[in-house]
């Protein structure tokens, strides 16, 4: 039986995975902006072409770890494709095909807004499968829209100035 391709990754020391139909780009960690109001599960904000994108530290988010973790220059961002997110990770290590009678639906009620969505056999142990759609509850969801459009705004009053430089 065809499977789908899942995105294995770390996050502090748990497995999880994401459909890779989910990700856009997998990256080395990069500089990272982090706006002094931010803090919590915000690592910062990725400029990704002029576009600022909230980076979500996804082992404080689902509570596996209480603060940031130390600077790990291995660490991996993985972007969302579709929208502009990223999910900051301990590592990413590898990309497996799971057939879909291996999955075992997880309870919504086992995860905060259903983000787990079901658990299957990796290892000697089990992966997490992930929803990039619930990873983030609306309220969340909204404070970092509203960071990003601030560091948007700063972004464009920069290019603004750099115009004027130029000119003079």
Not at 3 to 14: P, Q
Not at 86 to 96: E, I, S, W
């Amino acid at each position: 039986m065809a499977g789908a391709a899942h995105l294995i990754v770390d996050v502090a020391g748990t497995a999880c995975a994401l459909p890779q139909s989910d990700i856009r780009e997998i990256l080395p960690l990069p500089r990272l902006h982090a706006p002094p109001a931010a803090g919590g599960l915000l690592a910062g904000l990725l400029n990704l072409g002029g576009e600022p994108v909230p980076v979500v530290d996804l082992a404080i988010l689902l509570g596996l770890r209480a603060e940031a973790g130390a600077d790990d220059p291995y660490r991996h961002v993985v972007l969302a494709r579709g929208a502009p997110l990223a999910l900051l990770v301990d590592r990413a290590l590898d990309v497996v095909t799971v057939a879909g009678d291996s999955l075992k639906p997880v309870e919504p009620a086992r995860s905060l807004n259903g983000c787990v969505v079901a658990e299957f056999a990796w290892g000697k142990g089990l992966a997490h499968l992930l929803s990039l759609r619930r990873i983030l509850t609306r309220e969340e969801r909204t404070r970092l829209d509203a960071f990003a459009v601030q560091a948007s705004d700063r972004l464009a009053r920069f290019g603004d100035l750099d115009e004027a430089t130029r000119s003079t």
